[in-house]
């Protein structure tokens, strides 16, 4: 009889209210401090244009030809929005996001009208702290389903890099036989280029 005299006690006090006076606070978003100071360092280029060129490309390819310009256009501490400018293809922005266990990068690529280009929001996560000057995203899961569907499995082993110094931006792609990358001057801005498409002004 005891123990189920105990028991109901315990059942009666799970229904008790909380307390006006308590206070209840929302899970937090956690980031390493490698992270943290990654994103800190993007975001100090907040609203500023730079050109870059291409530094590496093996086996060369096309559609890099023109002014090559990335505007940290959206930032916060949660997103940073980066279009990539290739001449007058205004298709690309690179969106990066803390997710609470690190970094996601994707790709939002879009035609002239707007509408989602097939090969879009692709991009990968980061798997460890990095660097404060160096994140890396391995292809995530999304990716490689869509790599498959569109032809093109050899992208699943893709990684993406970016690197932020005090006078250059890197953004950088590697695979098994496949290097490119682009490095940006931060020592001088440029004009901002138009609104990338499929986005408000």
Known sequence: MKNIVFLTSIAVASFVPFSSAQVIKPAPQVTTQAQAEFFAAINEHCGNSYAGEVTVDTPASDGFEGSLIMHVRKCGDAKIEIPFHVGNDHSRTWILTQTGSGISLKHDHRKP???????????????????????????????????????????????WQMYIHDDTFTYRLIREGREFRVDFDLTETVDTPPTPWGYAE
């Open 113 to 159: 009208d707007g509408n989602y280009d097939p090969l879009t929001m692709y991009g990968g996560h980061t798997i460890d702290k990095g660097y404060p000057t160096a994140q890396s995203f391995p292809a995530d899961a999304y990716s490689k389903e869509l790599f498959i569907e569109l032809g093109v499995p050899q992208s699943n082993t893709n990684i």
